[in-house]
């Protein structure tokens, strides 16, 4: 699994047309549909034991996981749901910790890789977008993730997860090269996909203009380079996966169009619900 390390500070240039808001908007609607997280509300506290006070709290809160530089953590923050994050890039949670400082959104940051999950509390809803599972590459850690989720789940909390398809892989990606130049920085992306293990790498070159009092002539670019290990799924396999965890499977939709998962689906978005623990 790789973490983000020099990518992370031209990370949300280069994802500038992510739709985090249109996710931020599914989410809450999912969360409303089938969830038990509510938006964060002190009137319907007022009155409340302590017990009672700490149950509502933990049912209310929404781990993002793997949630990167913090943009949908912010957007879901500014929604009115009370937010956690978790993410193993340091370098990651800084420039999300910088979001926070100047939002005033009450976010705790957590340094972790998701397979070794540990949390101080249950939550009500944990998010994993943006293909983050699609990092995790055996199939015994997707499940280990799996069943650290429902270990830390509410009662009948909600795991709302996307993640790339094999068929994306495989068929659109490929092996390709794409480039992309802004103004003060550029990207090589080199992919490269293996049938046989399932396993997408990228190479990624990256120059990014220095900051300075130079003239525009004498302005240089620092260059560097990140490979990353992505892993292709398709839906059965996640549906084996949540049930031996002990989740239960809600539903599942093709996460571009909101419609049914077909074989051409590129990005599948799943949404599975705690149903007891199973984890050793």
């Not at 949390?119 to 998010?127: A, D, Q, R």
């Not at 280990?144 to 994306?168: A, H, M, Q, S």
């Amino acid at each position: 699994m790789e973490s983000y390390t020099d990518f992370a500070e031209v990370y949300d240039e280069f994802m500038d047309a992510t739709p985090y808001r249109v996710w931020c908007e599914r989410l809450s609607k999912i969360i409303d549909t089938y969830g038990i997280s509510k938006k964060s509300n002190e009137a319907d506290r007022t009155g409340l034991s302590e017990e009672e006070l700490a149950l509502t709290s933990e049912r209310d809160l929404i781990l993002d996981l793997g949630c990167g530089t913090g943009t949908l953590t912010e957007l879901m923050a500014e929604a009115g749901y009370d937010m956690m994050g978790i993410d193993m890039s340091y370098d990651m949670l800084q420039i999300a910790m910088e979001k926070q400082e100047e939002s005033g959104h009450d976010i705790m940051y957590l340094c972790q890789d998701m397979r070794e999950l540990e949390l101080y509390c249950t939550v009500g809803t944990v998010i994993c977008v943006c293909d983050s599972i699609n990092y995790v590459l055996e199939d015994e850690e997707v499940i280990e993730t799996f069943k650290r989720v429902n270990n830390y789940l509410f009662p009948k909390g909600l795991f709302i997860f996307d993640f790339n398809t094999d068929y994306k892989y495989r068929e659109v990606i490929g092996d390709t090269t794409i480039a992309e130049n802004r103004e003060d920085c550029s990207f090589i992306w080199e992919n490269f996909y293996d049938e046989e293990s399932r396993i997408n790498e990228y190479d990624l070159t990256v120059f990014v203009k220095e900051d300075g009092d130079m003239e525009e002539e004498e302005q240089f670019f620092r260059r560097f380079q990140e490979t990353h290990f992505q892993r292709g799924y398709d839906l059965q396999e996640m549906l084996r996966f949540a049930a031996e965890a002990g989740l239960e499977f809600v539903c599942a939709m093709d996460a571009d169009t909101e419609g049914e998962v077909t074989e051409v689906t590129e990005r599948v978005l799943m949404v599975c619900r705690e149903k007891g623990k199973k984890y050793e």
